[in-house]
């Protein structure tokens, strides 16, 4: 037997497949293995907005994420599209991350969906495939939904094994295969990479995770600065952040990307309208307080601008949530075309002493 080797990690991510589609399915039975769209109301093609999340029998006929449910309408009218019900994701976050915190390694919740488990003391892969193997048999048995589980030597490797065998999907990557398992990778593939950063990896000749590792670093450096050596990193698989495991929340937020980047206002705000009432549920699910709002516009160039504002008082009023976000965002809004928005409330009041551990 090798002996292991202390300084090995080993890295759980978990991300719960086609979750708002899911959550709905499992309140309604009868939606399952159909296509459900969840986003803003189609009106029969005419609607505005986007798409949140869609079950894998509708992605089968192309609709995705952040898509215009329009567009999403004429791929598969005979969808079913529903609302979002964010109290209902946000409560059933908290019931995953329970699960997932009842094992006892530390755990990072990254989003409503993902978190990553810091089960290094396990010693071996083969154990954490076990435990990874219990998790998934848990939540399912426990809540009725899947998801999928990357295990690597790294955060960053976890996250992108999570995503590589969904749904219901389960990776591992053991130090071995590590370059065996990214080399032949699109760049798409790196959590971050969008699809300008794609291009311009594209225009360098650079497709595959491999072909960025073997790269000239300085003409890297020359295309993206100091983003280069970031990108070197990830592309050999390193990353030594560390699983943060934190008590209580600093902060919710949530944020939308546009399918395409758009300067006109009637997207915008029903967008940034979105959002507030998003924020507003999971800090009504949660019982907390805000004094500080943050609103992140980042236009197309990738140029991020934020603006944040803090409140005399301590609140989770909707409406005031709405017209403080309206505010901002009109602050930050020059007519350039916007890639994504994002609002993020911060500064809570304390909660109750005893209470150390809050849902999302
Ligand atoms: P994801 O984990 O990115 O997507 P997913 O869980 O729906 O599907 P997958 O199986 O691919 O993981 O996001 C989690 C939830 O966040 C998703 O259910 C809805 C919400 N969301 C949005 O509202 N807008 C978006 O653009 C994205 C990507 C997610
Ligand atoms: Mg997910």
Known sequence: MVPHDPRQRIILHLDMDSFYASVEVRY????AGKPVVIGADPKQGKGRGVVSTCSYEARAFGVRSAMPV???FVLCPHAIFLPPDFAKYTRTSAEVMEILGSYGYPLEQVSIDEAFLDVSPLGNFEAARTLAGEIKATIHRQLGLTCSIGIAPSKIV???????KKPDGLMIVEPAVLHEFLDPMTVRKIPGIGKKTETALFDLGIRTIGDLARYDIQVLIGRFGRGAVLLRQVSLGIDDSEVVARDGMKSISREMTFETDTDSIDALLPA???LADDVHAALADGQLRFRTLTVKVRFQGFVTRTKSHSLPHYSRDPALLRSHAHALFRELYNGRKIRLIGIRVSSFEKPDVQQTTLPL
């Open 158 to 164: 976890a996250k992108i094994a999570s995503d590589v």
């Open 28 to 31: 309604q039975p009868g939606l």
């Open 70 to 72: 329009s567009q999403a």
């Open 272 to 274: 940034v309208d979105t």
